[in-house]
């Protein structure tokens, strides 16, 4: 979680440096203290809050893209054609080479990982879980926040479409030409020269961009302040006062977010409970294994995070880009600390409003300038940005339909299956229906949100192969990520006060996520090496100690920003790839005590230590020898450049650099990341513990396992499904009333016959 929150609050300090003047580490130092100082105070309430508004300025930028961008191609349809002629719609890409960026199998089987290791084993998303007081309303926000993920992330490809399908009209991309200095700038740049013009409304876009990472940022600060007292300082101070603990826990998240100023946000990971369940069905040392793994998902992932809104708002005003990522981090971090987990509810709720409302103004605008989303389609599809059904097995090609699909699958159940900002996400529900609920509706939301970002960049690149402009080949932005904010400005800049309000829906994004994230650091700390050490702490001076280690982490946060900056790589591609690098042995390691009940102890270890050896291993190969990814051709003839003659040119030659041939292994692509580190982690997990002495079903209590026969052969008799439960009985929930559940397990064994669970226990 500091990593990735470092990420975080570097990302809108770029997006400001792409736009401003304003120093990029003086936009990051002051982005990573505003984070930590408002989370530290409001804690998880002022989380929440701050993610409900971040997520209406967030959409409302991508809205104000899609419909000023498409409004000045014609509509979506022309929008949708250029992307397609330029070879952005490229849905069916089913090539199985794992060394292809994104193919349909990547995309789907490394997604689902990816997004497991987000909502399944997330310390932030756990916290969200557990604000809603029951388990059913922990589901009803999980399914909800699916179905507006699916609305955001479509938001933001058809905010993408309307900014290259602009450029690639204008034959001038930003990026190519030099007129940004990385692509993570395009989307402030696009906002600028679409709405530069209009006062006010730069700046309110480059708000939006502070906001998501100011939610993510917040978020994550509270989860480890959460963590850390509840884990470090409860068990090394079990007698402590409430007054005292809730100081304690506000420090904590205090030095997180100072800790994520300094390294970045780790993905979300484990709720209490989820990190407790691998200690009760393993031992200590795995619980603490499990841990440090979700501290360095969670601290990468916060420091991209942060990152992305910073450049943005580089890309579309000329505020410094570290300046901007600092202050993303302060942010998420001091409100996570203040706020706790309902903060960073509140927040993601209205950061995904805006968030979504900026992708519909891409869409819309940028269907409009092209003649229609036909329009848009037609030019995506014309250059091949249209290719749903690429069913190549290659697993390095980086985008096929297993990849996709596959690769997908355990891409997000990393997220909504393993990751603690997830699970507290359910545990806030209240009882397990409206936990699942919240799942269903978050899996929904998540689809909305996908299709309309998908729906955005075909918009962006029909806009942009319309006027044969490329911004990021013309160099106007100088990474990929500026391109919506560059999109923003060139269909918005001459409105007042739009260009900042789409600014304000990309920060949206970014304070949600680090938000939850510090949240859920904080949590897991406070839970698996406070408590333990300090098991008479008081509830006060624990929950004081926990907001200090989510404020510690949010400072961490800010310094992997830093680094994500060095590395000349997408923020998603980025993003994504840690999830699988780290959600893909986290959950093999759950899987093994969940469905393997042979696997021990020192296999559980083994195997997610292998898992994580090997997947960071070919992913810092990756970084080192990046693969060549095919891509679609760009055009930057309409753009306006300065030509110098070949003869003016001094003319030289190098010899290109040997790759070592151990570079093949780096090409698998990144959509399949979570698939194949579960594989190892499982495939050592069980051949390490067969080797040492597998564990015996009987010796484990049933409450610890888990089963697939109910749900995937739900229709069989109960004389097929109880082999296939290893003989266990199922698993019965019952309601005790509206506001909690019970979980009754039956089991013949003596002493093991009733298993009951209220709302105040860990159920499993």
């Known amino acids: 979680m500091v990593m990735y929150m470092g990420i975080v609050i570097y990302t809108p300090a770029l997006a400001l440096n792409a736009v401003t003047n304003i120093s990029l580490w003086g936009s990051v130092l002051a ?20 993610d409900v508004f971040q997520m209406c300025v967030m959409m409302a930028g991508f809205l104000a893209i899609i419909i000023a961008g498409s409004m000045r191609l014609g509509g979506l349809g022309v929008v949708w054609q250029i992307a397609e002629d330029g070879g952005r719609i490229d849905f069916w890409n089913f090539n199985f080479d794992p060394t292809i960026r994104h193919t349909f199998w990547s995309i789907v089987i490394g997604g689902c990982f990816t997004w497991s290791t987000t909502y399944a084993v997330n310390q932030s998303q756990v916290q969200r879980y557990l604000t809603t007081g029951s388990v059913k309303r922990a589901r009803i926000s999980m399914f909800l926040a699916a179905a507006g993920m699916v609305i955001v992330v479509s938001a933001a490809c058809l905010s993408g479409l309307v900014m290259y399908s602009y450029y690639a009209d204008k034959q001038c991309d930003p990026y190519t030409s030099n007129k940004i200095q990385q692509t993570d700038q395009l989307i402030p740049y696009f906002m600028m020269e679409l709405f530069g013009t209009i006062p006010g409304l730069p700046g309110f876009f480059t708000s939006a961009v502070f906001s998501a990472a100011l939610s993510t940022v917040s978020s994550g600060l509270n989860a480890l302040a959460a963590v850390t007292a509840e884990d470090l300082v409860k068990p090394c101070f079990p007698r402590m006062r409430q007054e005292r603990y809730t100081l304690v826990t506000k420090l904590i998240a205090c030095g997180f977010g100072l800790l994520c100023i300094l390294i970045a946000y780790v993905t979300s990971l484990l709720n209490q409970g ?40 580089n890309a579309v005003t000329d505020i410094n880009l570290w300046g901007s990522v600092l202050a993303t981090g302060l942010v998420c971090t001091v409100y996570t600390t203040v706020g706790g987990m309902k903060a960073v509810l509140w927040t993601d709720v209205f950061q995904m409003c805006v ?51 596959i690769g997908g699958c355990f891409t997000w159940c990393t997220t909504y299956a393993v990751n603690q900002s997830q699970v507290q996400r359910y545990m806030t529900t209240g009882s397990v229906k409206r936990a699942r609920i919240s799942l269903g509706l978050a899996g929904a939301g998540m689809v909305i949100v996908a299709s309309a970002a998908c729906l955005s960049g075909l918009v962006m690149y029909s806009y942009y192969a319309d006027k044969q402009c490329d911004p ?102 980025l993003a994504l790839s840690l999830f699988g690098m780290t959600g893909g042995p986290l959950l093999g390691l759950f899987s093994l005590g969940l469905f393997f009940p042979w696997t021990n102890s020192k296999g559980a270890i083994a195997g997610l230590l292998s898992g994580l050896g090997i997947a960071f291993w070919i992913g810092i190969g990756a970084i080192i020898y990046p693969p060549g990814a095919s891509r679609p051709p760009l055009t930057i003839e309409g753009c306006n450049l300065t030509v110098t003659t ?73 004389v097929i499904k109880k082999p296939l439960r290893c003989g266990d009985e199922k698993v019965i929930y019952k309601e005790k009333d509206e506001e909690a559940e019970m979980i009754e397990i039956k089991e013949v064994k003596p002493g093991l016959t009733n298993h009951n669970f209220d709302n105040d226990e860990v159920a499993i």
Not at 34 to 42: E, H, K, L, P
Not at 387 to 402: C, E, G, K, L, S
Not at 560 to 566: E, F, N, P
Request: proline fraction near 4%; glycine fraction near 8%.
């Open 274 to 313: 989820v990190l407790q369940y691998l200690e009760l069905r393993f031992s200590k040392a795995v619980r603490v294994c499990a841990t440090f793994t979700v501290f360095l998902n969670m601290v990468i992932y916060m420091g991209i995070v942060i990152y992305t809104p910073a450049l943005a708002l």
């Open 472 to 573: 990021y080949t013309s160099n106007k932005i100088q990474q990929t990520d500026q391109l919506i904010p560059f999109f923003m400005m060139e269909l918005f800049g001459t409105i007042p006060g739009l260009p900042g309000f789409f600014t304000s829906a990309v920060f949206s994004a970014a304070l949600s996520t680090v938000s939850s994230g510090l949240n859920a650091l904080a949590a897991v700390t406070a839970e698996d090496l406070v408590k333990p050490c300090f098991p008479r702490m008081r509830q006060e001076r624990y929950t004081l100690v926990t907001k200090l280690i989510a404020f510690g982490f949010g400072l961490l946060c800010i310094l992997i920003a830093y680094v994500t900056s060095l590395l000349n790589q997408g923020v998603l591609q």
């Open 355 to 405: 968030m979504m409302a900026g992708f519909l103004a891409i869409i819309i605008a940028g269907s409009m300038r092209l003649g229609g989303l036909g329009a848009v389609w037609q030019i995506a599809e014309d250059g091949g940005r249209i290719d749903f059904w690429n069913f190549n097995f290659d697993p390095t090609i980086r985008h096929t339909f297993w990849s996709i699909l």
């Open 31 to 50: 982005t990573g203290l505003v984070c930590t100082v408002y989370t530290t105070v409001g804690g998880m309430k002022a989380v929440l809050w701050t």
């Open 646 to 718: 070949p003869s003016s040119l001094l003319m030289t030659t190098t010899q290109a650099p040997e790759i070592p041939a151990m570079a093949e292994m780096y090409t698998l692509s990144y959509t399949w990341y979570a698939c194949a580190f579960w594989v190892v982690t499982v495939f050592v997990g069980l051949f390490v513990s067969f080797l040492t002495g597998a564990t015996k079903r009987r010796d484990i209590d049933p409450v610890l396992r888990q089963h697939c026969v109910d749900g995937l052969y739900c229709c069989l008799p109960e």
